[in-house]
DNA sequence: CTCAAGATTTACCGATCAGTACAGTTACTG
DNA sequence: CAGTAACTGTACTGATCGGTAAATCTTGAG
């Protein structure tokens, strides 16, 4: 049971997960694209429950990670970073093989708010709402928390919009009328 | 084959889907609820696609005749109109049994852009773009379609706050922003 | 080399999946 | 009443679901 071999399992877990969906992902296919026996998952993780909870938590950490890190590479105050989150967020709309958030994906396939998969889909939500909130703190922002929320509901609209298709630039729309939000919470202080 | 059956099979049908998942339900399990037969039940629908079809169907019938009498209860004229379809998307968010947007769902459980069932919730949410620009239009701002837009990202944003729990008052922090959106649009005039 | 301990594979479990064959039942026609 | 056409229920199909028992292979110690 080599450590790094789960992490492929894991890696592998969450890219097919990500493009099938879960219910629809069966242990049977993971076993076949792994080149991993079924006993073998079985022994890294009990259930596919464990194996998807997994496939989340590097997800969680990967998706952030690189979010932040790429909304720092935009721009350096926090006031700019506020703006440019949603370019971002158009660069990953744009990439090759994007199809949602798969934590909106989890939560719509395991509905139940206690479930354990719905609760973890929606701690990530939480903490990139901290996140927002930091960058709106940080700026200087009266009410920092209403002003990341409203961001926020733009940035997961922006997903639902790139997913559905409705608009030829969700993340541009975003970004305009989070400006407007900006400029008006500025000029409240 | 009584025409109001086949109605009742549909409500049925979207019911257990919207409150269990499309892949989680089983037809066996809709047989059961139905009080009808297997055989009778796809003499209805001749596959499973098609009886999801036949829900999303119904409830974006239902959907939008719900929200657009409601949205034109709550307030007369389209400017209004703009500010109360959050008030509107504040009374479902309560509603009980309130899961989310089947169509964001289906979407998600449906991933593929080509699939059906994909196309068929994305015409829901075109239509209600139209409504929504219908209304901006007839409020008399310049560009009623970015701002119809950008007033949906807030409305689908509110919808995964309401389900993943980030805020208390998800409609609220839409309506909230989006009286910002609007005065702005106004201003530009 | 021998031999035990751990990891891996094969083959399988009962349950459930979407979908169907066929016999039985009903209801309308003459 | 007989005949028939439409409908319904039972019982089943092969495939796949998540998960496991027992056999096989690998490995390191003595």
């Known amino acids: 049971m080599r450590p790094n ?13 990500y493009r099938n ?29 464990e194996l998807i909870l997994a496939a989340l938590q590097l997800r969680d950490l990967r998706f952030r990670g690189w979010y932040t890190a790429r909304v720092a590479a935009l721009a350096t105050t926090p006031q ?21 958030c798969m934590f909106v994906k989890a939560s719509a396939e395991f509905q139940h708010p206690d479930h354990v998969i719905h609760q973890q889909a929606a701690a990530h939500k939480h903490l990139l709402l901290d996140y927002v909130t930091g960058l709106a703190r940080a700026a200087g922002y009266p009410d920092p928390e209403t002003l990341a929320r ?3 509901l733009l940035k ?14 969700p993340a541009g729309d975003a970004k305009a009328a989070a400006a407007i939000l900006l400029a008006a919470a500025r000029a409240v202080a």
Chains 1, 2 share one sequence.
């Open 80 to 100: 700019d970073q506020l703006l440019v989150m949603f370019d971002a967020l158009g660069e990953w709309f744009r990439e090759d093989g994007f199809c949602g």
């Open 5 to 17: 071999k789960k992490d492929e399992l894991v890696e592998k877990a969450l890219e097919v997960f």
């Open 156 to 169: 997961e609209g922006a997903i639902t919009a790139a997913v559905m298709g409705d608009s030829a630039d």
């Open 150 to 152: 409203q961001l926020l």
């Open 21 to 49: 969906g879960f219910h629809a992902t069966g242990m049977d296919l993971l076993v076949r694209e792994t080149c991993v026996s079924k006993t073998s998952m079985y022994k890294h993780f009990r259930t596919k429950e």
